[in-house]
């Protein structure tokens, strides 16, 4: 049995070969591949360094917690950004290109993942209580900033009321 690491560079070498299937002059060849992405809400990033260089990074807490997913879907979401580079000469987010991409590697077109939040990595955030007239929310220590510090008025958009502090 492969461990998920040698699944995520045999997912790649998949997803490079079917590239280069599909598109002839494509001429891909597996990127780098780095297992030190730490983030507690995204599970992959692609990457173009200064030099060049195409470089694929998971998020081992994710790959470690959602191995099946992350292979079937982050991995080669990650990887079409990285084709979409190869195609365009520059990476255009989820863009039209992306998603033409995706659809070509018959891969389901989203945007993000729906694992949950890794609470290890997550920053101890402080949080303030905001309420309108419908419910009390939380407001995270930017937000509040924004509310005690600059003045920024915001508004509920569900019962159109002032936010205020609890």
Known sequence: MLTPEQ????????????????????????????????????????????LGE???????????????????????HE?????????????????????????YLELKVQRCHHYGRIEEFA????SYSYKCGCRTRQYSQRKHNNVSLRGIQYTCKVCRTAVTRA
């Open 7 to 50: 699944q995520v560079y045999q997912k790649v070498d998949e997803t490079v070969m079917k590239a280069n299937k599909i598109w002839p002059s494509l001429n891909m060849t597996r990127p780098i591949i780095k297992f030190d992405f730490y983030s507690s809400r995204t599970a992959g990033q692609a990457v173009i360094n200064w």
């Open 54 to 76: 195409r470089i694929l990074r998971i998020n081992p807490a994710y790959l470690n917690s959602h191995t099946e997913e992350m292979i079937k879907e982050t991995v080669p």
């Open 79 to 103: 990887m079409a950004h990285i084709i979409d580079y190869h195609l365009n000469g520059r990476m255009c987010g989820h863009g039209t290109s992306w998603q033409l991409i995706m659809t």
């Open 123 to 126: 920053p101890n955030i402080k």
